[in-house]
């Protein structure tokens, strides 16, 4: 496969806008189907070495139970998602100065019966967090199954946004949200883009 730079008609001007007014944004048919399959296969392939999200540390909490894999420079395929998430960052720091310089991302597995349940990946700025992301990677999705992202916006409006296949959510990192319980499995790529250096 021919090595993607950047999605063309990414629309960044209606990202920015959406960012500003309601603090999320929602992306249809960001990349090619060749592309997401092909991330979609790179994901599966290393499904054995997925572990628990629930446990930090040794300690479990009850808060969620998917199952996560961090993405390095050895995932080549996820590496251009990446890319795309970096001219992004830009595009964010030029319109809202927020100083981002790097992206941590995982790839995400939620199995039938698991879930996120409400929180913030940035709580009162505790950590570098600024703009989280989750990109949809499965090859299909219907009504029913479950997975949706529940999502409260900067006017504290509340949304359900469906994990369409090839479509991408990009939100503050301080909104409350969560995972509603997934019925069927579920592959994503969760990554957040950053002012500080993440640790994991």
Same mark, same amino acid.
């Given at each position: 496969?021919?090595?993607?730079?950047?999605?063309?008609?990414?629309?960044?001007?209606?990202?920015?806008?959406?960012?500003?007014?309601?603090?999320?944004?929602?992306?249809?048919?960001?990349?090619?189907?060749?592309?997401?399959?092909?991330?979609?296969?790179?994901?599966?392939?290393?499904?054995?070495?997925?572990?628990?999200?629930?446990?930090?540390?040794?300690?479990?909490?009850?808060?969620?139970?998917?199952?996560?894999?961090?993405?390095?420079?050895?995932?080549?395929?996820?590496?251009?998602?990446?890319?795309?998430?970096?001219?992004?960052?830009?595009?964010?720091?030029?319109?809202?100065?927020?100083?981002?310089?790097?992206?941590?991302?995982?790839?995400?597995?939620?199995?039938?019966?698991?879930?996120?349940?409400?929180?913030?990946?940035?709580?009162?700025?505790?950590?570098?967090?600024?703009?989280?992301?989750?990109?949809?990677?499965?090859?299909?999705?219907?009504?029913?199954?479950?997975?949706?992202?529940? $999502? =409260?916006? #900067?006017?504290?409006?509340?949304? !359900?946004?469906?994990?369409?296949? *090839?479509?991408?959510?990009? @939100?503050?990192?301080?909104?409350?949200?969560?995972? $509603? =319980?997934? #019925?069927?499995?579920?592959?994503? !790529?969760?990554?957040?883009?950053? *002012?500080?250096?993440?640790? @994991?």
């Amino acid at each position: 496969m021919e090595k993607m730079i950047i999605p063309k008609d990414l629309p960044v001007d209606q990202i920015l806008d959406n960012l500003d007014q309601h603090g999320f944004s929602i992306i249809d048919h960001i990349y090619t189907q060749e592309y997401r399959h092909s991330l979609t296969k790179e994901c599966i392939s290393h499904l054995n070495q997925f572990r628990n999200a629930a446990i930090q540390n040794g300690v479990v909490s009850n808060i969620r139970s998917d199952h996560i894999l961090w993405i390095n420079d050895h995932f080549t395929i996820a590496q251009q998602h990446i890319q795309t998430l970096n001219y992004l960052a830009e595009q964010f720091n030029r319109a809202f100065f927020l100083g981002i310089h790097d992206v941590e991302a995982h790839f995400a597995c939620y199995n039938a019966g698991e879930f996120y349940a409400l929180h913030r990946d940035n709580p009162q700025g505790k950590n570098g967090r600024t703009i989280s992301t989750v990109y949809y990677l499965h090859d299909e999705w219907q009504d029913g199954w479950g997975g949706e992202l529940h $999502l =409260q916006d #900067k006017n504290k409006q509340w949304h !359900i946004i469906s994990p369409k296949p *090839n479509r991408i959510a990009l @939100f503050q990192s301080d909104l409350m949200h969560e995972v $509603l =319980q997934a #019925k069927h499995q579920r592959f994503s !790529i969760t990554a957040w883009l950053r *002012n500080d250096h993440p640790i @994991f």
